[in-house]
């Protein structure tokens, strides 16, 4: 099935299975179980789109749980400085589904909904379009999911929500990392510290790595996103929908980048930073409102 809006000039939205693209691991392999939930490809003016995952409503434990982080520790991937923040871990109910960015924002796109690069700084010279765009300060990502909200005139986009995030990148794994525990397979999803210098010792084009059950590509590694919640403190009470504190210094960001070590880039690891950092690790992934 598939229906059209209108997005810009020549703007076009699809509504239905994605059968087009292959498992980048291994082409002969299918496509995750929830891959083909939904999907959105809003197509701008040049043709070029933005695929969106239908994440479907549900419950999930977010943070780390006592479990996780004997795992963690067992593997000798934790530290208190870095990771007690993500306790305590605590039951979040996901009341709606949304779409979600199946991959990071690229340059390509970002210029064509704002016009020109991200007042953060540099692309680092990067001739390939499909990298995904960085130096965004969490203002401008907040800026490119409004001014593409006003371009579709339907649809609303904003950033997720960390729960939204986390409850994404998890796809119903409990584990250290959506494909698991094994920290083996690890460079075949993500763009990390170990790998990066195959990709120009930075960040590599999106979707290069296998993606998660959802779809979704680079949700760890490659380039953290932010998300939109203020940074502080979890809470151990079970939350629907929690948006974070209503007011701090610093803004999360989410699944680490290639510049980060392995205990960096796990399903639960939180960054915050200023939300006016300026970062090669530091990108958008929307999130779709209809
Ligand atoms: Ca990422």
């Given at each position: 099935?598939?229906?059209?809006?209108?997005?810009?000039?020549?703007?076009?939205?699809?509504?239905?299975?994605?059968?087009?693209?292959?498992?980048?691991?291994?082409?002969?392999?299918?496509?995750p179980?929830m891959?083909?939930?939904?999907?959105?490809?809003?197509?701008?003016?040049?043709?070029?789109?933005?695929?969106?995952?239908?994440?479907?409503?549900?419950?999930f434990t977010?943070?780390?749980?006592?479990?996780l982080?004997?795992?963690?520790?067992?593997?000798?991937?934790?530290?208190?400085?870095?990771?007690?923040?993500?306790?305590?871990?605590?039951?979040?109910?996901?009341?709606?589904?949304?779409?979600?960015?199946?991959?990071?924002?690229?340059?390509?796109?970002?210029?064509?909904?704002?016009?020109?690069?991200?007042?953060?700084?540099?692309?680092?010279?990067?001739?390939?379009?499909?990298?995904?765009?960085?130096?965004?300060?969490?203002?401008?990502?907040?800026?490119?999911?409004?001014?593409?909200?006003?371009?579709?005139?339907?649809?609303?986009?904003?950033?997720?929500?960390?729960?939204?995030?986390e409850y994404a990148c998890r796809a119903g794994s409990q584990s250290i990392w959506f494909f698991g525990n094994?920290?083996?397979?690890?460079?075949?999803?993500?763009?990390?510290?170990?790998?990066?210098?195959?990709?120009?010792?930075?960040?590599?084009?999106?979707?290069?790595?296998?993606?998660n059950a959802y779809?979704?590509?680079?949700m760890h590694?490659?380039?953290?996103?932010?998300?939109?919640?203020?940074?502080?403190?979890?809470?151990?009470?079970?939350?629907?929908?929690?948006?974070?504190?209503?007011?701090?210094?610093?803004?999360?960001?989410?699944?680490?980048?290639?510049?980060?070590?392995?205990?960096?880039?796990f399903s639960a690891?939180?960054?915050?930073?200023?939300?006016?950092?300026?970062?090669?690790?530091?990108?958008?992934?929307?999130?779709?409102?209809?």
């Amino acid at each position: 099935m598939s229906w059209s809006t209108t997005i810009g000039l020549v703007a076009l939205a699809l509504l239905g299975c994605n059968t087009e693209r292959n498992n980048p691991l291994d082409p002969a392999l299918p496509l995750p179980a929830m891959y083909r939930l939904g999907s959105v490809d809003v197509t701008l003016s040049s043709g070029r789109s933005i695929e969106f995952a239908w994440i479907d409503s549900g419950t999930f434990t977010m943070g780390a749980t006592p479990d996780l982080e004997a795992l963690l520790r067992d593997s000798g991937l934790w530290l208190d400085h870095l990771h007690e923040d993500t306790k305590p871990s605590h039951e979040v109910h996901i009341s709606e589904g949304f779409y979600l960015g199946r991959f990071e924002v690229t340059q390509a796109q970002w210029i064509e909904i704002m016009g020109e690069m991200p007042s953060g700084g540099t692309q680092q010279a990067t001739a390939d379009s499909s990298h995904p765009v960085v130096n965004v300060m969490w203002s401008d990502a907040v800026s490119l999911a409004e001014t593409l909200s006003n371009m579709d005139g339907g649809a609303q986009y904003r950033l997720p929500t960390e729960a939204e995030w986390e409850y994404a990148c998890r796809a119903g794994s409990q584990s250290i990392w959506f494909f698991g525990n094994d920290m083996s397979s690890l460079g075949n999803y993500a763009i990390y510290f170990a790998n990066h210098f195959q990709y120009g010792g930075r960040y590599g084009a999106v979707g290069q790595k296998a993606p998660n059950a959802y779809g979704l590509y680079d949700m760890h590694g490659n380039v953290a996103e932010w998300v939109s919640d203020y940074y502080g403190p979890y809470a151990g009470a079970s939350q629907t929908d929690p948006q974070g504190p209503t007011s701090g210094e610093m803004r999360v960001s989410r699944g680490g980048g290639w510049n980060n070590d392995p205990n960096l880039v796990f399903s639960a690891k939180r960054s915050s930073d200023p939300p006016d950092v300026m970062s090669t690790n530091k990108t958008v992934r929307l999130v779709r409102v209809e």
